[in-house]
Nanobody, 121 residues
Framework: QVQLVESGGGLVQPGGSLRLSCAAS????????MGWYRQAPGKQRELVAA???????SHADSVKGRFTISRDNAKNAVALQMNSLKPEDTAVYYC???????????????WGQGTQVTVSS
């Protein structure tokens, strides 16, 4: 069984920074893409940023220039550095691992439990 464990998040003032981390554990052979999604109250879950095993990155337009995603393939880990945070960044942030090939030689997608990010003065 594959698990994603997230850390980071919390309360920060507008303009501040936070760093989210996520590590995948279990019988993992490979992970195609890892990323972060967020869901604000009353809204649909949306992609924040994602990175493939080859290093290709995609960002939501709303976070470009402020958020940076990075990945450690050897550790099956992904991080999201969030700078210049705005109140509209407030949401539950979820780590995602896409097309995980596990020890049973099957592909599946996995989600973390979510971590709250609140940007408020």
């Amino acid at each position: 069984q594959v698990q994603l464990v997230e850390s980071g998040g919390g309360l920060v003032q507008p303009g501040g920074s936070l760093r989210l981390s996520c590590a995948a554990s279990g019988s993992i052979l490979s992970i195609d893409a890892m990323g972060w999604y967020r869901q604000a109250p009353g809204k649909q879950r949306e992609l924040v940023a994602a990175i493939t095993s080859g290093g290709s990155i995609s960002h939501a337009d709303s976070v470009k220039g402020r958020f940076t995603i990075s990945r450690d393939n050897a550790k099956n880990a992904v991080a999201l550095q969030m700078n210049s945070l705005k109140p509209e960044d407030t949401a539950v942030y979820y780590c995602n691992a896409e097309r995980v090939l596990s020890g049973n030689y099957r592909y599946a997608d996995y989600w973390g439990q979510g971590t709250q990010v609140t940007v408020s003065s």
